[in-house]
């Protein structure tokens, strides 16, 4: 099988007040096909396998916060298996990966610095994801040249050219960022969006730039809105670029695989037998004021008009088609819950990278 490395990407924002996560709409992250607009995507007729780095997964400062409990690389390996089941559990998508084994099962070392993470990143190493612990940064700094504020950086990586199919990739969780004595139950949310990332699924915006920037929702000429529902932690897409890490912010709502955003997105690149016509879509096409040219990179939002925020999908115009067909502007919304209401709105993106660049402005709201 003819094994090509299609593209190594860093797939990181960084910390700020909120803390921002990896590369790009909840549609693809990398296109294989653009003319028949077909993404890559992992062969699931087995589980795909993922390989745990051998550790320590964390160095602790000289003097941590009285009280700090040290991560075990046990805790570590059951929150990589925990982000994985998420994705894995999602009843419309046929994808499957499991954990089955750590570094050494694979003759490979613990990666701590830049000469043992090139062994891993940019290696070919049989398939499947490889997930390593970068304990103190190091390997964000001296092998990537980041900083170490960076919470995490995933991509697929090698995959066979003549099908499309991904054969490996990798994720790599910074250790130093994680807010001290939480078990990594908020840090879960990095795992898991990390994850997203290396099954080659890009960022979405539904309903976290409302909560993290006070984005408006809904058009700003009505008077009132079409329902009343108010956006919670808990509606927090976990492929939106932020997350809030620290107690009592968005990092264990955004660490579960459990809005219509998400998955319809993991769906939609990997559909169970029947999917999408076992639920509703819509389809369309964003036209520029001349009526016959589409507009490429506009965030399309349906809202269920009963339950907006739990039950909404988002996806960027000329997502599936990207530059290489121009100003292509078609969308299509899957996953959408047969024989509701749902308003259609376009949105500005307010944050983050997405691969349907660059993002059209919209001024205003929804």
């Not at 070392?109 to 062994?119: F, M, N, Q, R």
Request: aromatic letters at 10%; hydrophobic letters at 40%; charged letters at 15%.
């Amino acid at each position: 099988m003819l094994r090509n490395k299609y593209q190594f990407t860093i797939t990181a924002l960084f910390l700020v007040a909120l803390t921002a996560i990896a590369v790009n709409a909840g549609g693809p992250l990398i296109m294989w096909n653009a003319e028949q607009r077909i993404p890559y995507r992992w062969n699931v007729t087995t589980p795909v396998k993922i390989y745990t780095d051998i550790g320590p997964f964390e160095v602790l400062p000289p003097v941590p916060p009285v009280g700090t409990v040290p991560v075990s690389n046990e805790m570590a390996d059951a929150t990589v298996a925990f982000a994985a089941q998420q994705w894995t559990d999602v009843p419309s998508s046929s994808f499957k990966a499991q954990v089955v084994g750590d570094f050494a099962s694979i003759g490979l070392p613990d990666v701590k610095d830049a000469a043992t993470a090139a062994l891993v990143f940019g290696s070919d190493n049989g398939g499947g994801i490889h997930v390593v612990y970068d304990a103190d940064a190091r390997v964000l700094q001296t092998f990537f040249g980041a900083p170490p504020s960076v919470l995490g950086i995933a991509s697929p990586e090698w995959a066979d050219e003549a099908t499309g199919t991904i054969t490996e990739g990798w994720v790599i969780i910074n250790a130093q960022p994680r807010w001290f004595n939480d078990n990594l139950q908020m840090y879960a949310a990095v795992f898991t969006h990390e994850f997203g990332h290396a099954i080659n699924l890009a960022h979405s915006q539904t309903n976290g730039a409302i909560a993290f920037y006070n984005n408006a929702k809904g058009p700003g000429s009505c008077a009132t809105l079409p329902y009343s529902t108010a956006v919670t932690i808990s509606d927090i897409e976990t492929m939106y670029p932020f997350i809030n890490q620290r107690p009592g912010g968005s990092g264990l709502a955004q660490s579960t695989v459990d809005r219509s955003d998400d998955k319809t997105a993991i769906s939609n690149l990997y559909p169970e037998a029947g999917y999408p016509g076992t639920h509703g879509s819509i389809s369309g096409k964003v036209l520029q004021t001349n009526g016959r040219d589409g507009i490429t990179g506009v965030n399309i939002i349906a809202r269920n008009l009963d339950n907006p925020y739990a039950d909404a999908v988002s996806a960027m115009s000329g997502d599936y088609v990207r530059v290489q067909a121009g100003d292509d502007g078609t969308f299509t919304l899957n996953g959408l819950t047969p024989g509701d209401r749902y308003a259609l709105y376009t949105d500005r993106i307010v944050a983050g990278g997405f691969p349907t660049t660059p993002p059209y402005f919209l001024a205003g709201p929804e």
